[in-house]
């Protein structure tokens, strides 16, 4: 079974869950998780790696960002939990907000991963400028007028493909309902300022994108957008999927992310 711990990086605490042996796995969760998000992961690909999953600066058990940060202070974040850690190279899985992150630290510190894998994400700072503030606004708006347990409440339907299993919405409520305001906030606003186009072309190593042909937040030409534009990356596309698709499909996605790191292992 996984357990919790902390590390603190220059007064800034960082709690994890983690579970497992073997080579180090780092997952990096969305906008609206948290280590949670990673459950059926830490339980099922314990027997194969060193499962590691953070909850970002800002998120349940981890304190807030001291200022407002960019994606590169996420970025360097990361870099500072994994020596806090004493890890030197990773596999690297973010999804949606935690592949924002990932690409922002595969630009910075590329020699520390030993594969990444992108899924349900986007190129960082493609759609036009207008459209990323207003994404950032009507995030904010909401946080403003709602509690994160009502935004919880309006906001599964459009994660999740149509027709979830009763227990995965529930068990999805309860994880967007767990974002701390001040988290969240910060969040959409390094979302909105990213840019990692400069990045992508400059991968030279194996990378993985997955994407939910069902994803409402995510659309699957924007995945194939990103596989695009990263040199020699796979595509793995998940139907009946939407943007959870750790969660939604978690026996085919770790079967597909160990297939994928097979490969790169051998």
């Not at 970002?56 to 939990?81: C, H, K, Q, T």
């Not at 910075?108 to 594969?115: A, M, T």
Request: proline residues 6%; contains cysteine; charged residues 25%.
């Amino acid at each position: 079974m996984d357990t919790r711990e902390t590390v603190v990086l220059g007064g800034t605490r960082i709690a994890y869950r983690r579970a497992g042996s073997g080579p180090p796995l780092v997952l990096l969760h969305g906008i609206g998780g948290n280590a949670d998000q990673w459950r059926e992961q830490l339980a099922g690909l314990a027997g194969a790696f060193d499962v590691i999953a953070w909850d970002a600066p800002g998120y349940v058990g981890s304190d807030d960002p001291e200022r407002d940060w960019g994606n590169a202070d996420y970025a360097a974040a990361l870099a500072g939990f994994l020596d806090a850690l004493g890890l030197d190279r990773v596999h690297l899985v973010g999804q949606s907000w935690g592949g924002v992150i990932a690409q922002g630290f595969a630009g910075r510190h590329p020699q520390r991963l030993r594969s990444l894998t992108l899924a349900n994400t986007f190129i960082a700072g493609a759609q036009p400028e207008e459209d990323r503030r207003a994404s950032r606004d009507a995030r904010l708006r909401a946080l403003a007028a709602m509690t994160p347990a009502e935004m919880a409440e309006g906001r599964v339907a459009a994660v999740l493909a149509p027709d979830p299993p009763a227990e995965l919405r529930r068990e999805v409520v309860d994880m967007l309902a767990a974002v701390r305001p001040s988290g969240y906030r910060a969040a959409a606003n390094a979302i909105y300022g990213a840019d990692e186009r400069g990045v992508l072309p400059r991968i030279a190593l194996p990378v993985l994108v997955v994407a939910g042909d069902r994803d409402a937040v995510v659309p699957l030409e924007r995945a194939e957008q990103l596989a695009a534009a990263i040199p020699g990356a796979r595509l793995a596309v998940f139907p009946g999927s939407g943007h959870l698709t750790n969660q939604e499909q978690p026996r085919r996605f770790d079967r597909v992310l160990c297939d994928f790191l097979a490969g790169v292992d051998a």
